[in-house]
């Protein structure tokens, strides 16, 4: 029986190990003038807005272009992350879950109860396993999905997850958190561009 759990433990660990594949490189092309291009796009009133000048720094050690990449990325992610907080907030202070929250049987905290209060009462372990989860996800995106894309501060488009299709293949199916069901793939050039000024 140990065998067995040990071999499982070791195949589902190859999913993650890295594989050589033939990648085209890719160019890093974030600088000032393509952040006030887009600004001017997609805001003509208000146009480039840059009080601390962190458009021309350079963070950690890296080019300034890494740098744009690095801010266009942080800004993206954490814009995402409040839209999702906000609606948790709603959803959660309106609803919950109908079956038990814990093996031991336990139900979810009451709707009466503030989203604040919920968290207050949710077990200790269940906490730890949402921390897991955001940190596995933070490392994938670091990882760019097992090097099936680059790093977003070596030319990923900003914004963009990387697929789970290594994990999908090794491990069990899971949707991409990126156009899960692939609507942007066959979208025009064009149509992006109307999208992203709109």
Known sequence: ??????????????AFA???????????????ADLEAI????????????????????FWGKSNEETIAWLRQSEIK??????????????????????????????????DLSPEAQWDAIPLGAKWQIFA?????????????????????K?????KYPPFTLFRENVHFVLDLY????FNKNMSAETKER???A
């Open 78 to 111: 954490h814009g995402r992350i409040a839209m999702f907080a906000f609606v948790g907030y709603i959803v959660q202070s309106n609803f919950v879950f109908p079956w038990a929250q814990t093996l031991a049987g336990a139900p979810h905290p009451s709707a």
């Open 1 to 14: 029986m140990k065998s067995v759990i040990i071999a499982s433990l070791i195949a589902g660990a190859a």
């Open 179 to 182: 156009d899960p069901f692939g």
């Open 133 to 153: 989860v955001i940190s596995m996800l933070e490392l994938w995106d670091e990882c760019g999905g097992g090097g099936a894309m680059p790093h977003y501060t």
């Open 195 to 197: 999208r992203l000024v």
């Open 39 to 58: 600004a001017s796009k997609a805001n003509p009133f208000v146009k480039f807005y840059d009080p601390l000048n962190l458009a021309e720094q350079e």
């Open 155 to 159: 030319g990923r488009q900003p914004g």
């Open 18 to 32: 890295p594989t050589q594949t033939g990648r085209t490189p890719t160019s890093v092309s974030e600088s000032k």
